[in-house]
């Protein structure tokens, strides 16, 4: 297997978990969704948005390596990490699923070769960087898993059940 079908994969494993964990979220009521609870983007409607945040943070930043300014124009721009996009639930989830498709699409452009690209970028706090593609994806999925591994315990303090999460069990077509 090549080290971008593993991209690839976890890009759709991405969709599937969001969408799952997002209509678990939902079945809680506004006000807790949008509570203070410890988190640290401090509730799970914090949470939600930090993700979405990040991934358009990141995907603006990989469109240097595949062009797809285009797809990317009409979505937001984010300025800070802890920025609320979207105050509602609602309002979260097509935009969380055009971002998902978009980094499946993204990632469907990967080859062999690329794994010795190197992205150069500004980071939050206004410094150059220079990394490895390999590392920045490895990043992005696992930055992905810590936050929605925060979700699910506050999914779980609620009572909520939020199903399988692995991704042993997610369909990955």
């Known amino acids: 297997m090549q080290w971008s ?6 890009a759709r494993y991405n969709r599937w978990i969001n969408h799952r964990l997002l209509d678990a979220t939902a079945t809680l009521p506004a006000d807790i969704i ?6 640290y983007f401090d509730s799970l409607l914090g949470s939600w948005n930090h993700l979405l945040v990040t991934d358009l943070i990141w995907m603006r930043r990989l469109s240097g390596i595949f062009p797809i300014l285009d797809e990317l124009r009409h979505l937001p721009v984010p300025q800070r ?13 097509p935009l969380r699923q ?3 498709e978009l980094m499946i699409r993204w990632c469907d452009l990967l080859r062999a070769d690329d794994a010795h690209d190197v992205l150069e970028y500004t980071n939050s706090r206004g410094e150059e960087i220079a990394r490895p593609l390999s ?3 490895q990043h ?10 925060q979700v699910t315990a506050e999914l779980s303090r ?8 692995d991704l042993l069990y997610a369909p990955l077509d």
């Open 5 to 10: 079908d593993h991209y690839q994969r976890y």
């Open 81 to 93: 990490l802890d920025e609320i996009l979207c105050p509602q639930l609602d309002d979260l989830r």
């Open 34 to 39: 949008q509570a203070p609870c410890g988190l």
């Open 135 to 137: 590392l920045i994806l």
């Open 158 to 165: 609620q009572k909520v059940d939020y199903g399988i999460t």
């Open 98 to 100: 055009q971002v998902d």
């Open 140 to 149: 992005l999925f696992n930055h992905q898993t810590h936050h929605r591994g």
